[in-house]
């Protein structure tokens, strides 16, 4: 009986380390996207695009070109859900809320003007489309607060499906990286202030990359209040989650309370990053270090979205996802008079 016992106990041992080396050949895989990634986004073009972007871009044609084992799957998923997380708690150094306190009631009206039209005209935009709701309001978050990591802290409160998740995700990246050059274009015809232009770059393009990119003509008065603005918009992403969280799960929170309500958690360590960043905790060494884990384990995590994406997903949605992005991001531009009248007046 010994002898049986012990082959049974073997098998599954070896069974579990296939298991655990496959999982960790998965990671392996999404770590080196992001090293890939991270030299590419290094070369000027690409600079606009970001590292996280062309992850997610990556892992998409290797996905779609090369065959990944179906061992590799554990590790993939690992790095879509569980790093991708840790990268953007980790982002939460970024913040400093004393910054954006300082920069008054402007930049406050101005983001939540911004988030609050945006979300609802997309959302609109994705009725009149018949666009699936949940991929309208990934494209709602990603426009409206602050691209890809805005589309990954909202998707799981609706258990999004991953490509819609995905196709989010590229959507925004595009258009962002098209919206940053055309700004750049733009720039020395635009009858604004050197400071006007950081505040239309922070508190329009989506992702934060594209705001820095898109700032530098204008020089450090415009780069100061683009990032200014657009790190008010990130730090609204929590409420914003939560109050996404309500009217998603209104009738599940009905029947069973909040218990049954999906909380963002991680969100929640987003803002205990920033208090830690804004109080000064850590020396700016360390911070920097933090900083740059997040920008890879976002890298790693955009890679293992991408590798769980076909082609044929977005074929089955059609060019709905891109002309309702397309749209919404046209119709945020059209506040551009508003933006700079709050601006002007307080």
Known sequence: MEAPKLQSYTEERRKKQGQFRGAAKGVSLTLLIAIVSGLIAKLPFFQIMGMMILSILIGMIWKNTAQVKQDYQQGIQFSSKVLLRAGIIL?????????????????????????????????????????????SML???????CGAAAIIAVAPIMKNKQEHTAIAVSCIAILGTIGALLYIFLFPYLPVSKYEYGVLTGATLHELAHVVAAAVPGGEESSQAAIVVKLGRVLLLIPVALVISLIVNRKELAEKGLKSLPVPWFIFGFLFTSFINTLHFLPDSIVSYCLLLSTYLLAMGMAGLGLNVNYKDFAKEGIKPAAVAVAGFAGLLALSPLILWIFRAI
């Open 91 to 135: 982002l939460g150094f970024r913040l400093n809320l004393l910054d954006i306190a300082a920069a008054g009631y402007a930049v406050l009206a101005t983001d939540v003007l911004v988030i609050t039209f945006t979300m609802l005209f997309i959302l609109l935009l994705g009725k009149a489309f018949k666009l699936d709701k949940q991929l």
């Open 139 to 145: 494209i709602a978050a990603g426009t409206a607060i």
